[in-house]
């Protein structure tokens, strides 16, 4: 039984009142319940007790049948008759209530359905079967999600997992969280009659999970109320604070939004453009928050105007009149039609100052826009109904196997649907799940095959690799961002293109590093997880024991060396091949006499042959000989992995260089710089050994060395 289902108790202190933004339909707890211990009506008629609901429906849906709301009411009504809410009501007005707020929203019929009957499973004795039989499949399961699990099975961890299962119901039907979010309100709205310390533990919920939640399914109109009520409750001094604030700005002679709002109704209206102008009282929690970024607030702050019109072309019409005509304030412009959030929302954003300093922000939307706006998922009605023309598809899945392709899913419920089922315990779900929720952008980056992956503001090229790749990304070893190459810890932005480099060694690993580079729930977990079940593999950073690091000789390729290969315009000259450059046949060379009748030979394109001409040194003609031997020193950048330097050391064998001398760099930032000065029997050979150091896994650049 759910906590409001009980015997009746001496009520307790009621949550202040909250202003809300439009006169909206409340129900009268006194007359419902006593419709409600009347009994039920005439069997086909409409109960009186839901004429509310019907008529809520009917202005959304004018062709609805109703007979599955009246016999979910007459099933709901004699389940829950003899229990009582703490405030006094029948309990049946709970359920009433749900159901109203989901009908002014615009949800559809099935959806009202499951609201009567949200709680019957669970308080009394009606079976999910019987829902089934009586209702159908789509029923049974919408009640079957918002059904807690039982506190004598779970204990303690029955919260978060029955948050677990109705996330996982919602990943296949997004109505079971739309249900759960208007069932959370009524509770809310009625919240005065608990102790106080279940008071402040179910508005931490609340706030934490549920709120976020809204958000993200974009129903703005159950979220602000939410947070007014959820203020209230924990921060009491400052909700009585912006309390006295929006009252004596109401008390104000004058009203300077609302002369705004009749300068930007001429405006449009001597511009030919329909239109809606209205002002939107801002709710209590966004007050508060304008009041601590811009200290004290002015007329124009305790409200934003509200455009409506008629198709998408006129938002911008409308946007092109008030930024000609009124002065704007340009940063304050943000296009949310051309670029919608991710949680559906679309609008425009300036605002307008008067000569008087006075700033009204305004939002530009389509009345269908504005539907969305405020009800979210709730606004699409049934996501998975056909077209009225579509024909039916052959086969179709029952939403219980789990398996439904939700049209509405986004991509944040996805990749929190992914995370979960890796969770170990209920302690880090319900724990991460807080965290997750926390996270309110998202980004897109998208992949070079084309293909995007929908990310959390500040997420990193580690979370963009367990993102694509799963538990498959501890072989991760690098990536690219917008070509240009990346460290693991790169925080990315949205639009960024994320090429992530993979390994190939099956002795790949992550690095504990990686933990402090990780944003989302999905790479933590995973790196977690192996780290715990590799202790040894974890005692040790990852990267620096990546390559081994002990000193080797240092190259002697820049010491005076007589070569053959080389002729040189200067009789009795001896020939040194530069160790800056590294020439090799058939680059093209020339040569600077220094001390001791030496000729040094350097690349063209060499920095130190433009420094030697720069000081007035003559050249000295060189040219190659019949030789195609040659020594050259490369240079190697690449990502630190067990066995990379035996890995490459081994390509470097098989294309026949013979390794003159190596120095390997200790790491940094994940990366190692390895220095090879080698011999080639045929200079012709050197583009194929580059290549094969490259080809090496974990190896991202080679090049000829290049000292300054």
Not at 73 to 102: C, D, F, N, W
């Amino acid at each position: 039984m759910s906590a409001e289902a009980t015997n009746p108790a001496t009520p307790g202190p009621v949550v202040p009142t909250v202003a809300r933004r439009k006169a909206r339909a409340r129900i009268d707890l006194r007359r419902l319940g006593l419709a409600a211990l009347l009994g039920n009506a005439a069997r086909g008629k409409l109960p009186d007790a839901i004429g509310h609901v019907a008529e809520a429906h009917r202005a959304h849906y004018p062709d609805a049948d109703l007979e599955p709301l009246r016999r979910a009411y007459v099933l709901a009504e004699s389940s829950h008759r003899g229990q009582m809410r703490k405030s006094g009501e029948p309990y049946i007005t709970h359920p009433l209530a749900v159901t109203l707020i989901l009908a002014e929203l615009g949800a559809e019929t099935t959806t009202l359905t499951a609201s009567l009957l949200h709680d019957t499973v669970e308080d009394t004795d009606v079976t999910l079967d019987q829902v089934r039989e009586q209702f159908g499949e789509e029923v049974r399961y919408l009640v079957d999600g918002v059904t807690k699990l039982e506190k004598v099975d779970y204990g303690a961890a029955a919260e978060p997992e029955t948050f677990r299962k109705m996330l996982v119901a919602t990943g296949s039907d997004v109505r079971v969280m739309s249900i759960k979010l208007a069932d959370r309100l009524h509770n809310m709205r009625t919240l005065g009659v608990m102790r106080r310390e279940k008071q402040e533990r179910i508005a931490k919920v609340t706030r934490d999970v549920l709120i976020p939640l809204a958000e993200r399914l974009g129903v703005q109109a159950l979220k602000t109320e939410l947070e007014d009520l959820v203020f209230a409750i924990l921060h009491p001094e400052e909700y009585e604070h912006t309390r006295e604030l929006i009252a004596a700005n109401a008390a104000r002679a004058d009203d300077p939004l609302a002369a705004i709002a009749d300068e930007v109704r001429s405006v449009l209206r001597e511009a030919d453009i329909p239109a809606e102008v209205l002002i939107r009282p801002r709710h209590f929690v966004s007050v508060h928050r304008v009041s601590r970024k811009r200290g004290e607030l002015r007329g124009a702050d305790f409200g934003r105007l509200l455009v409506l019109v008629n198709e998408d072309a006129d938002c911008y019409a409308v946007l092109g009149e008030l930024h000609t005509c009124l002065t704007p304030v340009v940063s304050e412009f943000k296009d949310f039609i051309a670029v919608p959030k991710f949680n559906l929302y679309q609008s425009l954003h300036t605002a307008v100052a008067r000569a008087d300093g006075q700033v009204a922000e305004v939002l530009i939307r389509t009345h269908q826009m504005h539907k969305v706006a405020e009800a979210g998922v709730v606004a699409l009605g049934n996501p998975y109904a056909p077209a009225a023309d579509a024909p039916a598809p052959e086969t179709s899945k029952d939403p219980a196997d789990g398996e439904r392709a939700d049209p509405t899913r986004p991509g944040w419920l996805s990749r929190l649907l992914d995370w979960q089922k890796a969770a170990p315990d209920t302690d880090t779900f319900w724990s991460t799940l807080r965290e997750d929720l926390a996270q309110d952008r998202e980004i897109t980056v998208f992949r070079p095959d084309g293909g995007t992956l929908g990310l959390p503001e500040g997420a990193t090229c580690v979370d963009a690799a367990y993102a694509q790749y799963g538990e498959d990304a501890h072989a991760c070893i690098g990536a690219r961002v917008n070509g240009r190459l990346a460290t693991l810890s790169t925080v990315l932005r949205d639009g960024d293109t994320v090429q992530l480099l993979m390994g190939q060694d099956p002795a790949s690993e992550p690095s504990r590093e990686w933990l402090e580079h990780a944003h989302t729930p999905a790479a933590r977990i995973a790196i977690q997880r192996w780290l715990a079940t590799h202790p040894d593999s974890a005692e040790e950073p990852h990267v620096p024991a990546a390559v081994p690091t002990r000193p080797v000789p240092e190259p002697q390729a820049s010491g005076p060396r007589t070569d053959s290969a080389v002729v040189v315009d200067r009789p009795g000259a001896t020939v040194r091949l530069a160790g800056c450059c590294t020439p090799v046949p058939p680059d093209e060379v020339t040569g600077f006499a220094v001390r001791g009748g030496v000729v040094t030979v350097h690349r063209v394109e060499c920095a130190a042959v433009a420094h030697m001409k720069g000081t007035g040194r003559p050249e000295t003609a060189v040219s190659w000989g019949d030789s195609t031997a040659c020594r050259v020193t490369l240079v190697a950048e690449s990502f630190g992995r067990p066995h990379l330097l035996a890995d490459l050391t081994e390509a470097m064998a098989q294309e026949g260089a013979e390794i003159v001398s190596a120095t390997v760099e200790p790491p940094s930032q994940q990366r190692v710089r390895h220095t090879y000065t080698v011999e080639l029997p045929d200079a012709a050979h050197l583009p194929d050994l580059m290549r094969a150091m490259r080809n090496v896994p974990g190896v991202y650049d080679v090049g000829r060395a290049q000292h300054q």
